[in-house]
């Protein structure tokens, strides 16, 4: 990187530099943010939760970290959060993410569950070790609040279970 913080990668850092571009703006803005978005419906790229379950299904998922901790994004309640910034004009800085913080194994846990699939068969790895092994670094933690958003916006959002829950997944 190019601020000398080996925590952030490179989309990370054009990302912080855009929005710092849009907050100088001299208009009125709204950023909202998503964080490893999946959705019921998709048809044009494998999101994280339809990824797991294919795998999960051919045998061939790959260990998940179980220290890394991310925030899963629900589609539908990240277009509901834009449509709620879009009607009443809001702006600042929107998180549209969902409820919890998770890591990527305990989501490929609970997508085996929602399959009716064995959950011990989701393997763990530690992010740690993969990096000190050489792999690419990765963020640790890529929370998101959505305390601030939640406050701004009267826009209910599903956890990850309620989500998997939901009828007309397209698995």
Known sequence: TDDGDART???GVT????????K???VGWAIVRVSFP????????????RRIAEQLRTG????????????PT???????????????????????VGPEWLSPHDVGVRVAQSLGLDATAVPS????????????PFPKSLRMSRAATGSALNQPVHS??????????NF
């Open 9 to 11: 990668d490179w989309y």
């Open 125 to 136: 790895s530690s992010l740690q070790d993969y990096i000190a092994q050489g792999g690419r």
């Open 60 to 71: 061939t998922i790959t260990p998940m970290f179980r220290d890394q901790v991310i925030t």
């Open 160 to 169: 990850l279970n309620d989500a998997l829950l939901l009828p007309s997944w």
């Open 74 to 96: 629900f589609t539908d309640d990240a277009v509901g959060i834009l449509a709620e910034v879009a009607r009443t004009g809001a702006n600042g800085v929107f998180h549209a």
């Open 15 to 22: 990302k912080r530099d855009a929005e710092d571009l849009i």
């Open 38 to 49: 999946y959705q019921r419906h998709s048809e044009r790229k494998t999101d994280l939760v």
């Open 24 to 26: 100088h703006a001299d």
